[in-house]
């Protein structure tokens, strides 16, 4: 088993991708931590990871809120008295706004979630990492951290900074035993997608149409990919952005 023992705590894991990697990590040996804010969700998916063999607890949290991220380290360190493993997969994708029609209260709650939350609870892990002597921090970031399109002007620039914060705390703290990195996922089968989908002329439709794979991807293949670059497979991966995207950024 890849993380055998290891305990991962990963944000936004009732559903979508987290949850995905929630699954892989307890099926490779981890001890899991979910978190999230729906409880009901929560509860399932620790469920689900339960009755597969799995150890797990749920963990309800606001990452947008520090008292609430400080509640969660502390959870999984009265728990467990270690933290191999931070999976920073929360995020929320904002309007389509450009800046003639983005609220300032859009621009923070992007922002908030998407680049302060990993910011400030890689902040309150990697000394436990660093005392630890070894630890992987991995950051769900997005095809949006490398480019841009029409609108979404909050998520593209959380997103850019989300992956500029995973190289400077890879350059920071790589020596002291805590490898960083990021999974920068593409179109993902979601029910936003299947709409665009449906929509032949949409630009992002045909675009996935024409990409290598010609597909959205599962919220598996991107778990995969997380669990990749937080085993001891990655040992020698620092400070990367792994583009999980079936081409879709390479044209």
Request: proline share 3%; with cysteine.
């Amino acid at each position: 088993m890849k993380l055998e023992n290891k305990v991962a705590v990963i944000t936004g894991s009732t559903k979508g991708i987290g949850k995905a990697a929630a699954l892989i990590f307890s099926a490779e040996g981890a001890k899991v931590v979910v978190v999230g804010t729906n409880e009901e969700r929560g509860h399932a998916t620790v469920k689900e990871i339960l009755e597969a063999g799995g150890e797990a607890f749920f963990q309800k949290t606001d990452v947008t809120d520090e008292a609430s991220l400080d509640a969660l380290v502390s959870a999984t360190m009265d728990k467990y008295g270690c933290i191999d493993i931070l999976v920073n997969n929360a995020g929320v994708s904002g309007t389509t706004a450009n800046m003639n029609d983005i609220t300032n209260d859009e621009w923070h709650t992007v922002l908030a979630t998407n680049l302060t939350a990993p910011f400030l609870l890689s902040k309150k892990i990697i000394p436990i990492m660093e005392k630890q002597g070894a630890g992987a921090i991995v950051n769900v970031a997005s095809m949006a951290s490398t480019g841009a399109g029409r609108g979404g002007l909050a998520y593209t620039s959380a997103k850019h900074g989300l992956l500029g914060l995973t190289r400077q705390m890879s350059l920071d703290h790589g020596r002291n035993g805590v490898r960083i990195n990021a999974v920068l996922p593409g179109p993902i089968a979601t029910e936003m997608i299947a709409r665009v989908l449906a929509i032949p002329q949409h630009p992002v439709s045909m675009k996935i149409k024409m990409s290598p794979a010609g597909r959205a991807g599962e919220s598996e293949e991107v778990g995969k990919a997380i669990l990749f670059l937080a085993s001891d497979d990655a040992s020698f991966i620092h400070g990367a952005g792994l583009a999980v995207d079936g081409g879709y950024t390479i044209f």
